[in-house]
């Protein structure tokens, strides 16, 4: 499988902060970028997505940032909350019809 | 959307034996993935099951270790042969919304524990 790697492993945020995650990929075929948010005992739930045509998509307090020539996407939280404490996975698809290949995922704390 | 039911939520199994997971889906997909995920980490792709037609595997799961059924388009099985205690982790049954989002839903999960 592409490879799609995640960073960093863990982060701790206070509340009202802002957190950033990191992706990167390496297959140019890529054309989905979505974010998985996972919280303990639950299978993961789709945050929020991208498609290479846009350089960024904002859902309320989630924004994903896309460089498609550097191969690279964020998900910035903005005025994190300590609900937000969960795991989060950056993803990738290339041709429709294929699974999405998941980064390693962050764990994120938010300390109130 | 598509509301995804697993059973069993989770299972302590001994070593050697096979357990069977199911995956019930409350509308019609023409595409459903098993993907493993194992203790505090990402999730990787078993395999891709269409109705009608063999599982595609991905490289290092097989079909003997892995076997799977589709018998319709709101059903699917994984089976875990022959347990060991490697086998421990999260099994979750995804499935693919319809249209140009395709966006990938997800079950909550069955967590097995292979002793």
């Known amino acids: 499988q592409q490879q799609v790697k995640q960073s960093p492993q863990s982060l701790i945020v206070q509340k009202g902060g802002i957190s950033i995650i990191n992706c990167a990929y390496e297959?140019?075929?890529?054309?989905?970028f979505p974010w998985y948010q996972q919280f303990p005992g639950k299978g993961p739930a789709l945050l929020i997505a991208i498609r290479p045509d846009v350089s960024e998509k904002k859902e309320g307090r989630f924004t994903i940032s896309f460089n498609k020539s550097a191969k690279q996407f964020s998900l910035h939280i903005m005025d994190s909350q300590p609900g937000d404490s969960a795991t989060y996975f950056c993803?990738?698809?290339?041709?429709?019809?294929?699974?999405?290949?998941f980064g390693k995922g962050t764990t994120l704390s938010v300390s109130s | 959307s598509a509301v995804i039911s697993q059973k069993p939520s989770r299972d302590i199994c001994q070593r050697g034996t096979s357990l069977t997971i199911q995956c019930q889906v409350d509308?019609?997909?023409?595409?459903m993935f098993w993907y493993r995920q194992q203790p505090g980490q990402s999730l990787t792709l078993i395999a891709t099951?269409?109705?009608?037609?063999?599982?595609?595997?991905e490289s290092g799961f097989v079909i003997d270790k892995f076997p799977i059924s589709r018998p319709n388009l709101t059903f699917s099985t994984l089976t875990v042969s022959n347990m060991s205690p490697e086998d421990s982790s999260i099994y979750l049954c995804s499935v693919r919304a319809g249209g140009r989002s395709g966006e990938l839903f997800f079950g909550e999960g069955s967590r097995l524990t292979v002793l």
């Open positions: 297959n140019t075929a890529f054309d989905y």
């Open positions: 993803a990738a698809r290339g041709q429709a019809g294929t699974a999405l290949i």
């Open positions: 509308s019609q997909v023409t595409m």
């Open positions: 099951a269409n109705q009608g037609s063999e599982a595609t595997y």
